[in-house]
């Protein structure tokens, strides 16, 4: 079917699509082979219509080219391809440009990201990639720039800081480009930031509009009548702790309707007792926004968890269609956010049509299609123990891009099955530009048997039907976090994995027909595009990001270590697969620390403080960043220096001499060391304080 090229002939496509499920993505693209933004088109359905490689012939895919980023970090970033160039960013925020068709670097930015802002980063250094439009490439960097560059050369144009430098806002989204404006939203919502969303002049760099998420301090008046009605859902000094709300990564945009949506973050803290009094729904946390793409002004809104208590964002993939629902062809917007539930809006006006579980949900039993909201279960927000729930703080599907083939009707979700362990910390108290989630970290010790964290954890790729509300198929992975997903015309759906294998399936039934293994894991989304007569396949291959870096045993699990790759497949490519790097020693040294076991207890709650943020939940490493437990002797005779003193702050790792002491550092070792094999192991009764 060809490409629509306005709102009538995009109607005309589809009256001329009646019969089949849906109709395409309407919004212009660039060149036919391109992929030109993010999620291909405006409508974000990550569809490519190329279908030279299908289901017949996918098992003679090969590498045509690769890119070794030299990084061990993670990769997020979708490429755009326009022209015959491949766009995409690496580690630290920094942009590369390509041939597209034969892998020649052309040129590098480097916005030189201080690396002192790895100490308010809660997901890795990673980005997750550009907008190109009118010979201008944008990318916001992990400090809070948004950057414009020359498409042809790589040179700056304009830089804008989108945030205050005081706070710890960071930015890890790709921006995109919406009617000559260039919309960019943050992070920060665990350490206490107050989330929103701004639009700059593409040209200019001039802002343009600025809308919050969530109300700021009520004396210093609220700046519109949305955020006003917002205060009212929110109780006690919500505004010191920042609120969150953060709009950390999905962007959608129809055209037609001049919406531009926006899914936005949890509170901060986590728990609504520490941020609300326990009351309210707390607007707009977890919530799908409608902004006018003029000004920025609230058009609707739907929260997808009232009064969130669970980091359940809705940042999650905004994917826009036009499905066609009991007879009628509706213009909708999908979502699979984390807290389990598939939604299915009316983009117009935000009418919820259908929220049907996409996964095993214990915290509510439903959402009540008459009020909107989902029912919650008994007990879930209990504050005087710890409450364990399905699913998780990482969600039933985080951030990595799902995917909707017009052709089969079908969403293909990353979805994982990840339980979740809340426990409200009683001594909490808001430390400025620290992880403020609010929840008790002891938890860790106090999990019969150590590791539970990971038990019950697993990952698939979903096909789901959005119109019948159902799973139509699924491939099921032994470990959770794997990448985004592509649909093509080929009837293929091409996803990697956490367990670094790179598959492609038949879209309509699952039934694999490519699979090659890759030299690490993968989280980010392929993309398809054209150069010539060549259809090519693309993935940024890198483990990294908040799962990889944070979960511990369920990020171990998937055996792999970090290496940053950019692998570009096509029919009959001949480039050999880059080799994977060496297993990390798993030796525990030969180091004895003097210390009690009260000491091993009191390190790890200053390690799961300040530590296991980006080394891992109970100080196992997940194949990215150093395995603490396995540090080497020489390591543990400069761990103070490196903890305290700042010996590696130029390769990311933070000092943190102004909250941890020398004993702080002794414990914290005493604790790693315990938990490698053959050390001691945590005594959790002796330790509790
Ligand atoms: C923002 C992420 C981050 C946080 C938070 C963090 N680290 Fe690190 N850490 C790193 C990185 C990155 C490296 C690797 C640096 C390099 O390449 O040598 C590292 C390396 C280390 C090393 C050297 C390990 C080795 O085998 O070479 C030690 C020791 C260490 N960290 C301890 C800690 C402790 C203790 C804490 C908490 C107080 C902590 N780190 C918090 C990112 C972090």
Redesign the pocket.
């Known amino acids: 079917m060809a490409r629509a090229a306005g709102p009538f002939a995009a109607l005309f496509a589809c009256l001329l699509a009646w019969g089949g499920p849906a109709c395409r993505d309407a919004a212009p693209a660039a060149g036919a082979g391109d992929w030109p933004r993010h999620g291909q088109g405006a409508f974000e359905q990550r569809f490519s219509p190329l279908a030279q490689i299908d289901e017949h012939n996918a098992g003679r895919l090969g590498l045509a080219w690769t890119h070794d980023f030299g990084t061990r970090r993670g990769l997020e970033a979708t490429p755009i391809v326009v022209d015959g160039v491949l766009y995409t960013t690496g580690t630290w925020s920094t942009v590369h440009a390509f041939d597209a068709a034969s892998g020649a670097k052309l040129w590098q930015h480097d916005p030189q990201v201080p690396r002192e802002i790895?100490?308010i980063?809660c997901c890795d250094v990673v980005n997750r990639g550009v907008a190109v439009d009118a010979g201008r490439v944008f990318v916001a960097t992990l400090d809070g720039r948004l950057q414009a560059l020359d498409a042809g050369t790589g040179a700056l144009l304009w830089s804008a800081q989108t945030t205050p430098a005081e706070q710890p806002y960071t930015i890890t989204g790709a921006p995109r480009v919406v009617s000559g404006r260039v919309v960019i939203g943050n992070s920060g919502a665990d350490l206490g930031v107050r989330g929103y969303v701004s639009a700059y002049d593409a040209e200019t760099g001039e802002r343009l509009w600025r809308t919050y998420t969530v109300p700021g301090d009520p004396a210093k008046g609220h700046e519109t009548p949305a955020i006003a009605r917002a205060a009212r859902t929110w109780h006690g000094r919500y505004w010191e702790t920042g609120g969150g709300g953060t709009a950390w990564d999905a962007i959608a945009h129809d055209p037609e309707l001049g919406l531009v949506y926006v899914g936005t973050g949890n509170g901060g803290p986590w728990s609504r007792v520490l941020r609300s009094e326990d009351r309210g729904d707390n607007l707009y946390l977890s919530s799908i926004l409608a902004l006018r793409e003029d000004d920025g002004a609230l058009v609707w809104y739907y929260q997808t968890t009232p009064g969130d208590a669970w980091d359940f964002t809705a940042t999650q993939h905004l994917l826009l269609a036009d499905l066609e629902i009991a007879g009628r062809s509706r213009a909708v917007l999908l979502q699979a956010p984390k807290n389990g539930f598939f939604y299915v809006l009316d983009r117009a006006t935000g009418e919820l049509l259908s929220a049907e579980p996409f996964a095993e949900v214990t915290w509510a039993s439903h959402v009540d299609l008459a009020t909107g909201r989902p029912v919650e279960a008994p007990g879930v927000r209990a504050a005087d123990r710890p409450v364990l729930i399905k699913p998780g703080s990482a969600g039933a599907h985080n951030w990595h891009p799902m995917s909707f083939s017009p052709d089969t009707g079908l969403v293909y979700v990353p979805a994982q099955e990840l339980p979740g362990l809340y426990t409200v910390d009683p001594d909490f108290a808001f430390v400025p530009r620290a992880h403020n989630t609010g929840l008790d970290m002891k938890m860790y010790r106090s999990l019969p048997p150590p590791g539970a964290a990971a038990a019950g954890t697993s990952g698939h790729l979903l096909a789901w039907d959005p119109v019948a509300g159902r799973e139509v198929w699924r491939a099921p992975y032994a470990v959770a976090g794997n990448g985004g997903t592509l649909a093509t015309a080929g009837n293929l759906v091409f996803q990697g994995t956490a367990d670094g294998r790179f598959v492609a399936y038949r879209a309509t039934d699952g039934e694999k027909r490519f699979e090659v293994t890759v030299p690490t894991g993968i989280v980010a989304a392929p993309i398809s595009y054209r150069v010539g007569e060549t259809q090519y396949v693309a993935v940024m291959a890198g483990w990294g990001g908040s799962f990889a870096v944070a979960a511990g045993d369920a990020a171990a699990a998937a055996g792999v270590r970090s290496a940053g790759h950019l692998l570009v497949f096509a029919l009959d490519g001949d480039v050999s697969m880059p080799e994977a790097p060496p297993p990390r020693p798993g030796q525990r040294a030969d180091v004895a620390i003097d210390a009690s076991a009260e000491d091993v207890g009191r390190g790890s709650d200053r390690?799961h403080q300040?530590?296991a943020?980006?080394?891992g939940v109970g100080a196992v490493g997940g194949g990215v960043?150093?395995d603490?437990r396995f540090?080497?002797a020489a390591?543990h005779a400069e761990?103070a220096e490196?903890?305290l003193e700042g010996r590696?702050a130029a390769?990311?790792?933070?000092a943190?001499g102004d909250v941890?002491d020398a004993d702080d550092v002794r414990r914290?070792q005493a604790y790693v060391l315990s938990r490698a094999p053959g050390g001691a192991g945590e005594k959790p009764d002796a330790a509790s304080p």
């Open positions: 790895a100490r980063l390690y300040w530590c943020v980006c080394h960043l150093p603490l540090a080497r390591v761990f490196i903890v590696r390769l990311g790792m933070p943190f941890l914290i």
